[in-house]
């Protein structure tokens, strides 16, 4: 291949990951990480790498989404041992009551709901797994489907990974460009309520326009222990908020431990709380439901670091950057929500948005960044990772394909995206909203 | 599958799992073995990081200061390498400045492997070496690549936002692990906080006149071929961009941004008498745009990608005929060096640092490095 230019030899190792991957899914029938794993391998072994070279990056590549993996994980755990111990469906029980009147009121209180952690903290899943099982649980009583139930989930963690004051996809490119995090929080304010507003009714408005039938809906849930009441009910709630946030407004003096670790304190107070409760079943089926997604997150890590290193991603990236203006915004618009689906919208923000912003650079760079970043994070719903998607699948209970959630919430990601291409193009007209 | 069918497969994926889990296990571990820096003739002695914070002693933070000495008493220059170890030049300008330079007046302390932690591993998804090897006429010496940020082993977890101290500035999560957003630092901070306290009372208890941070940035990034400088120190970088440039070296003069907090430049001119400046030099092996990754990109920066985003003015540094090689960055970063200590006492007369035998930027691009380079003894 060295008598090839540097972009068809990229290009060729493209193609033989796209190959490999394929034949390994399809005709060996290897699952999907297993199939990532394998066309990792073969495109390290086309370009020329060694094998024992190439086993240390798919090991150190396969660390690269850890902290999400170990969130993933314990926060599964915390909702089990919540939902064993009756508190979730006391909390349940709680929001119907004060609501029930004002249903509309309802759903955008609860898509709020999801979206307060990661506001604060930034990741989409500490509101997923913090709020994730009472909002299903209240939907489901409403009438919503399932599916519509993951969707609102997971576009409520995304929304909370958009939402001021923390937006890290936002941080990441703007400290690319060498710009301070500064000035973003009113901006982001303006775009993120209506945004919250739409998805939720958006989701919901076709289910909630009836009378609510409070007797019926408390019927349907399972019996609360009679220990469950008052305090006891929110104790793992607000120790893992408490915990969450206490880091976040004392930094400097709160020690850090980690969202994994704020989940296992939750599990540990929710343990002794309500009934008996099998923490060595709960944390087994934790495991086993979360597996199929961990393994992705850790298999897309070991395949974008081949990616990297055989200059493939160097190969997207130049794609993208040299475009003509027109499909610039058409890569921004759509390929960037899909690479985000591989990388998460952090991955994607470091990868590929740094670049677009620079290649943007000449208008109001604040609003362009806060326009990447809302695109950015429609890739936290997109498959294979679907990095908030999938987690919310968890915490729903749903186990059907996939791509129906995807389908579902196409109204609501298309108004992300167009919002966010509007604010990308015109980044200076907007920059009214910054106040 | 049947039971003893499943057996097998589940003992040949373990026995799989294990050997790389052993092989992979060893090279991560390899990461920890430190490359000799020789002591140069300008060398009078060597302390160690810790002198200046017992607290980091006997940790893997702690690193040798290297003292350059002059017969003549003045001012005290402080030169920091590594503190983002890609930032291949940086490092290696400081060791050439180790095994080199000689010093007439005043003193040179230089700190190669500012953040040793960053060495000890690479970024996970980055696909980058963990090595490379730079030839010279006696053999050739291999120097680990590291990571940007302190490994994740000695500061973990990362918080879901950094907040700076004591500005309380916002940063991304990752960047609590970044050395350079950590100054002035703190004693009972985390491990990177700690680090940039040490290096900060280093500076201020050397009472250092000029403090000069060498760093490489991503050809994309508009902060590049420049010295980043402290208002206090703005008029001697001023100085020094226009003699680099009668050198045919071109340097830009950027400021420090008061609201980006952290950053030496920022943080040692604020808090320190120090005159703080850092430098960038363009590697491609940084940006995301780079070909394959292998140790060429890292020492000839020669990639057909950046030629392509370079004719559509899309790079900050200018993608030259050769590439952005080692050389060059090194000779970029030494000739400032070299004027930015001519300067001071020509800008401070009490301040007077006389050094010689630095490499020139002429010389490096048609020696190499590696001449440069001493070969280690055996102790």
């Known amino acids: 291949m060295s008598s090839l230019s540097q972009t068809s030899q990229v290009t060729i190792v493209f193609s ?14 290897f699952g999907n990480p ?11 072994l086309v370009s020329d790498f060694g094998l024992l070279d190439l086993a240390r990056h798919l090991v150190e590549g396969s660390f690269t989404f850890l902290n999400i993996v170990l969130i993933i994980y314990t926060a599964t755990v915390f909702i089990y041992v919540q939902k064993l111990s009756g508190g979730l469906d006391a909390i349940v029980r709680d929001l119907i009551l004060y609501f029930h009147a004002k249903p509309k009121i309802l759903v955008v209180f609860l898509m709020f709901l999801i979206m307060l952690p990661p506001a604060f903290t930034g990741p989409g899943a500490d509101g997923i797994f913090a709020f994730g099982a009472v909002v299903s649980s209240i939907l489901l009583a409403m009438g919503l489907p399932l599916v519509k139930v993951t969707a609102f989930i997971a576009l409520g963690g995304t929304l909370g990974v ?8 936002a941080m990441i490119i703007a400290a690319g460009i060498n710009m301070p995090y500064v000035g973003f929080v009113i901006p982001l304010v303006f775009v993120t309520i209506p945004l919250a507003v739409f998805c939720a009714l958006a989701l919901s408005l076709k289910h909630i326009s009836g009378p609510v039938d409070v007797d019926a809906m408390l019927k349907n849930l399972p019996p609360i222990p009679t220990r469950m009441k008052g305090i006891r009910v929110y104790l793992p709630l607000i120790a893992v908020i408490g915990l969450m946030l206490s880091g976040r407004a004392m930094p400097h003096y709160v020690p850090h431990m980690g969202v994994p670790l704020v989940f296992v304190i939750g599990t540990f107070i929710a343990l002794f709380l309500g009934g008996r409760i099998n923490f060595l079943k709960a944390s087994q089926v934790a495991f086993h439901d979360t597996f199929p997604i961990n393994s992705i997150l850790m298999a897309v890590g070991a395949l974008v670091q081949i990616m990297s290193l055989t200059g493939v991603r160097g190969l997207f990236v130049l794609s993208a950057i040299t475009a003509p203006s027109f499909f610039l915004y058409l890569a921004i618009f759509i390929g960037f929500p899909l690479f985000a689906g591989i990388f998460t919208s952090f991955g994607a923000a470091s990868v590929f948005g740094i670049p677009f912003m620079l290649a943007l650079l000449g208008r109001d760079p604040i609003i362009a960044t806060i326009g990447l970043s809302a695109i950015s994070i429609v890739g936290n719903l997109m498959p294979p990772t679907a990095a908030l998607g999938k987690p919310a699948a968890i915490v729903a209970g749903y186990r059907d394909a996939y791509l129906n959630v995807v389908k579902v919430s196409a109204v609501p990601l298309l108004a992300i995206l167009v919002a966010g291409i509007c604010l990308v193009i015109f980044a200076d007209a907007f920059r009214f909203i910054r106040l | ?21 052993f092989f992979t296990g060893n090279h991560f571990m390899s990461l920890y073995e430190r490359e000799p820096v020789v002591k140069g003739p300008g060398v009078t002695r060597v302390g160690k990081l810790s002198d200046y914070f017992p607290k980091i002693k006997n940790t893997v933070a702690d690193t040798n200061v290297y003292f350059l000495e002059g017969s003549e008493p003045g001012a005290t220059v402080v030169v920091f390498g590594g503190i983002h170890s890609i930032e291949t030049a940086g490092m290696m300008s400081a060791v050439l400045l180790v095994e080199n330079a000689v010093v007439k007046t005043g003193r040179l302390i230089v700190v190669p492997h500012s953040n040793e932690s960053a060495f000890t591993h690479n970024a996970p998804s ?19 690549y590291g990571d940007r940020l302190t490994n994740p082993v000695h500061q973990w977890p990362d918080p879901e936002i950094y907040v700076h101290y004591p500005s309380g500035d916002l940063q991304a999560d990752f960047e609590v692990r970044n050395l350079d957003r950590a100054f002035p630092g703190r004693p009972d901070g985390g491990y990177t906080e700690r680090v940039a306290y040490a290096l900060t009372e280093l500076v201020r208890k050397e009472n250092a006149a000029m403090t000069l941070d060498l760093h490489e940035a991503r050809p994309m990034n508009p902060i590049v071929n420049c010295i980043i400088a402290n208002e206090r120190a703005a008029e001697i970088a001023a100085m020094a961009v226009m003699d680099l440039g009668m050198q045919g070296i071109k340097m830009r003069l950027e400021p420090s941004p008061k609201k980006l907090r952290g950053m030496t430049h920022r943080e040692l001119g604020d ?29 000839t920066g020669k990639d057909e990608f950046f030629r392509s985003a370079d004719h559509r003015r899309l790079l900050y540094a200018a993608y030259g ?25 020509e800008v401070h007369s009490d301040q007077k640092v006389e050094v010689e035998n630095i490499p020139e930027y002429k010389a490096l691009q048609e020696n190499g490095i590696g001449s440069f380079l001493r070969m280690p003894q055996k102790d």
Do not use: C
Not at chain 1, 16 to 29: D, E, G, M, P, Q
Not at chain 2, 271 to 299: C, F, N, V, Y
Not at chain 2, 324 to 335: K, M, T
């Open chain 1, 16 to 29: 033989v990951i796209l190959v490999a991957y394929v034949a390994a899914y399809r005709l060996l029938k």
């Open chain 1, 34 to 44: 297993l199939s990532m794993l394998f066309a990792a391998l073969i495109g390290g």
């Open chain 1, 162 to 169: 958009f939402a001021p004051p923390v937006n890290i996809p």
């Open chain 2, 1 to 21: 599958m049947s039971m003893p069918s499943r057996f097998f497969t589940s003992l040949i994926l373990l026995s799989i799992a294990l050997a790389t889990a």
């Open chain 2, 126 to 144: 980055e696909g980058y070496p963990s090595r490379f090897t730079v030839k010279t006429s006696w053999g050739s010496r291999r120097f680990r």
């Open chain 2, 271 to 299: 808090h320190t008498q120090t005159l703080a400046m850092l430098m960038e030099t363009p590697s491609p092996a940084m940006d995301k745009l780079h070909g394959r990754a292998d140790e060429s990109l890292i020492l």
């Open chain 2, 321 to 345: 005929q050769n590439g952005y090689p080692l050389e060059e960055r090194v000779g970029r970063h030494l000739a400032s060096v070299t004027v930015l200590i001519q300067l001071l006492a």
